[in-house]
């Protein structure tokens, strides 16, 4: 899932090398928590227009998770 996440932003981004994504423990109820961090630059690229992007990227994250019969949330810092 990590890896996902990660080769989705590096394919958004003007510069790839700064992409790195961290993962917090589970929560109580089990959500995964996934932390995507780009360069200063790049962050319109990956939040997009009214978020459509960012919008865009967590349903396809859920939706990979939902296969693996995980909860999951992602946060772009």
Same mark, same amino acid.
């Given at each position: 899932m990590q890896e996902l996440l990660a080769s989705i932003a590096r394919g958004l981004v003007d510069a790839p090398e700064a992409v790195s994504v961290t993962v917090s423990e589970p929560t109580?109820?089990? *959500?995964?928590?996934?932390?995507?961090?780009?360069?200063?630059?790049?962050?319109?690229?990956?939040?997009g227009k009214q978020g459509r992007?960012?919008? +865009?990227?967590?349903?396809?994250?859920? +939706? +990979?998770? *939902?296969r693996c019969d995980q909860k999951i949330m992602v946060e772009i810092d």
């Open positions: 109580e109820d089990g *959500t995964v928590v996934y932390h995507l961090h780009v360069a200063e630059g790049d962050m319109g690229r990956v939040i992007i960012a919008k +865009a990227i967590r349903m396809v994250m859920r +939706a +990979a998770a *939902t």
